[in-house]
């Protein structure tokens, strides 16, 4: 239960996955305007990381392992990983259209976001059994999740602000991460 708790805590603060690994930096610059889309993605992510971490493990340790195909970990992953992208955008455009058309472009490239073949790949690497790779996956999720929302928030609160023209848009918005970041690096030595 202790190595479980460490795995979780390790992946959602410690070696949270934007703000000390730098994956998948794209979704998380780009949806972060609003704390609504934020949710959403961060959902969308958690929700996908989580079950990715479950069927790529399974198809790893049961199939590849066994045949011999471990060498195809990377495309396997990555048909799993879109196959649950797919999943999660019918849904959304079903139940939550608002959402679905807010997230636009980058609801698909979940399936290209590196945090989420990040994880498959770090749980093979990391030789988790299932359980521990489910647990990997959802703490990065939540780290995700986490990370997006605040900085959604922040950029909701700083829109209104007065501040030099030049730090407007993309820059503020880098500067704002690069602070989270620093702040993050704070729990580096808790594990």
């Known amino acids: 239960m202790k190595e479980l708790a460490i795995i979780f805590i390790g992946s959602f603060i410690v070696n ?25 993605m961060g959902g969308a992510v958690t929700f996908v990381i989580t079950i990715a971490s479950i069927v790529a493990g399974l198809l790893y340790r049961y199939i ?26 019918m849904f959304l455009k079903k139940n939550a259209h608002a959402l679905y058309s807010a997230l636009g472009v980058y609801l698909p490239l979940i399936t290209t976001n590196c945090a989420v073949l990040g994880v498959a790949l770090k749980n093979v690497t990391n030789n988790y059994n299932i359980l521990q790779g489910v647990i990997y996956g959802l703490g990065t999720g939540l780290g995700y999740f986490l990370a997006i929302v605040i900085l959604a928030g922040i950029r909701e609160k700083y829109k209104y602000n007065d501040y030099p023209k030049y730090f407007k848009g993309t820059a503020m918005t880098l500067i704002t ?5 620093i702040a993050f690096f704070g729990f580096s030595g808790m594990i």
């Open 16 to 40: 949270n996955v934007l703000l000390s690994q730098f994956l998948g930096l794209c979704s998380f610059l780009g949806v972060s305007k609003k704390t609504s889309t934020a949710v959403g």
């Open 64 to 89: 590849l392992v066994p045949t011999g195909f471990e060498y195809l970990d990377t495309i396997v992953f990555i048909l799993v990983i879109a196959a649950l992208v797919q999943i999660v955008e």
């Open 177 to 181: 991460a690069g602070l989270m970041s």
